[in-house]
């Protein structure tokens, strides 16, 4: 956790002489290797589901519906069973999620990550085997669990571990791990369809590799020294601090147990507290965020991408390769976005990302729909490849990353796990309702589904721009100052003089900058 001068710009930030050093790049990418697991269940879904061997085994309905001729291609996938395999795992995820806010707080950011690491290794053996669709749907539980504790874990550990000037760049490697997950998924998944009996079981069983290095990663790493202090346990928060820093990290340490201190007598029943007045930009946040991410489409084209391409005409091995086209797109512009995001800022990243995906959705609605019913041309389906790229791009540099890097960055110490954990609840549970319904909204709006989604992209473009204030290089102790000077939700912060001392130092380093 890193804290310090109140500024905006890199150029007269204080935090606490933290450096980047090699013992805080090296726990931060172990931390976020927690991402793998999320990534890899993304991209493997999809491809699973479009494997021949699987649906005949599982749901052979549809593999009848994929020979009739006369059937139409937007609704041969469009199967309630088959997306329940995909959309229960976000079921268990969302309760295990709200669990992990608790536990974090009594155990540690670090414990319950180690926790999600087991619970997904369990569930990918139990897919592995799978002999019925019920032992599918138990697996994919478990496998709930374990992304429901990481998710909610990880981005918190990654927020408090890395330097103020950093963090940015820092916690969106956990979106970084996810985007590598989705590749290595999908290209795992092109080489297990040549395994023509057995491939799916390939697919599902490699996930315990990811699941076993985020249990041994969460096993070499400190918890965080935020969790230590507010457990009491001073020494190996300074131990910690120092490990990471690199150095004497006193003054750190000292601002860490201030901030604990201060929220103390606030940090019982956090979640009746977050939904009080005097927290509400926070409570806002922790929904809207996840919400918009999911509803720029991302995931569902991300889940279903396999199936999205067969559907407009690309044969199976064209579309799984089509599916990692997509993902290398995605991890590239992540890439960027962690070059760039602690120094352009989120709000331009969020504008930038978010005209590419509606000018891009639009696009590939139209072509869709000028086809009608007819196969695509080869030019006109490598538009369409082309184009969602494009939008996987604008993605990857805007709500991908931001939508993990605003929330672990935002919350008070008091409600930071309880907010953490609303967000990802939020962020599965909204997941669960577009695997659950994707399909069938294929098959109902057909290219019209992307003019839905570019028209929420837009929405969230707007409310971005207006209601949430650029956080880039702020100490996580310093966000209260920043919220209580917005032009809107200034209105709900209650200034006391701890708070006005520090919107005073954060004003005057703003203005020396």
């Not at 109140?6 to 606490?16: I, K, P, R, S, W």
């Not at 087991?118 to 992304?147: C, D, K, P, Q, Y």
């Not at 103020?164 to 590749?183: E, S």
């Not at 919400?291 to 579309?319: K, N, Y």
């Amino acid at each position: 956790m890193a804290g310090g001068g109140f500024t905006v710009d890199h150029g007269q930030a204080d935090d606490y002489g933290g450096k980047l050093t090699a013992s805080v790049i090296v726990t931060c990418l172990m931390a976020a290797s927690g991402g793998l697991i999320f990534g890899y269940d993304i991209g493997i879904s999809g491809g699973v589901t479009a494997m021949e061997s699987f649906l005949k085994q599982f749901f052979p309905g549809i593999l009848r519906r994929m020979e009739a001729s006369q059937s139409d291609e937007y609704c041969v996938y469009d199967s309630q069973l088959l997306t329940a395999f995909t959309s229960s795992l976000y079921v268990a995820g969302l309760a295990a999620s709200l669990v992990a806010g608790r536990l974090t707080r009594a155990v540690g950011r670090q414990k319950v990550m180690l926790f999600g690491g087991a619970t997904f290794f369990v569930g990918s053996i139990i897919n592995t085997a799978a002999v019925n669709v019920e032992m599918l749907i138990l697996g994919r539980i478990l496998l709930g669990f374990g992304v429901g504790f990481t998710n909610q874990a990880t981005p918190v550990y990654l927020a408090e571990t890395a330097p103020a000037r950093w963090r940015g760049a820092f916690t969106a490697g956990f979106q970084l791990f996810i985007a590598v997950g989705v590749v290595v998924a999908n290209l795992t998944n092109y080489g297990a369809s040549h395994v023509r009996a057995w491939g799916w079981r390939l697919s599902l069983g490699l996930a315990a590799v990811p699941a076993a290095a985020i249990f041994l990663f969460s096993l070499l790493i400190p918890d965080t020294p935020s969790s230590l202090v507010a457990r009491g346990r001073i020494d190996d928060a300074r131990e910690a601090l120092r490990r990471v820093r690199g150095g004497d990290a006193d003054a750190e340490l000292r601002a860490i147990e201030r901030a604990v201190r201060d929220s103390a007598e606030m940090a019982q029943g956090a979640f009746r507290r977050i939904a009080t007045r005097r927290y509400r930009p926070y409570l806002v946040m922790a929904v809207a965020i996840p919400l918009f991410q999911q509803l720029t489409g991302v995931i569902v084209i991300a889940f279903f991408s396999p199936v999205l391409f067969r559907t407009v005409g690309f044969g199976s091995d064209t579309a799984l390769i089509s599916a990692v086209i997509l993902g290398v797109v995605n991890l590239v512009s992540l890439l960027i976005s962690s070059i760039v995001v602690d120094r352009y800022g989120r709000k331009l990243l969020f504008m930038t990302g978010g005209a590419q995906m509606i000018l891009s959705q639009v696009a590939v609605a139209w072509i869709l729909g000028a086809a009608g019913q007819a196969a695509l041309s080869r030019g006109h389906a490598v538009a369409v490849l082309v184009l969602l790229c494009t939008y996987s791009a604008g993605f990857g540099w805007s709500w991908g990353p931001l939508s993990w890097i605003i929330p672990g960055e935002i919350f008070p110490v008091e409600v930071r796990s309880a907010g953490q954990s609303i967000s990802v609840a939020v962020n599965l549970g909204v997941t669960f309702l577009q695997a659950q319904i994707f399909l069938a909204m294929l098959c109902r709006f057909k290219a019209g589904t992307f003019v839905y989604y570019a028209a929420w992209v837009g929405v969230m473009t707007a409310f971005v721009a207006v209601f949430l204030p650029e956080t880039r290089g702020v100490p996580l102790e310093a966000m209260p100052a920043l919220w209580a000077r917005h032009w809107y939700w200034r209105r709900f912060l209650a200034t006391n003089d701890i708070t006005e001392q520090m919107m005073r130092h954060y004003h005057n380093n703003k203005l020396l900058s």
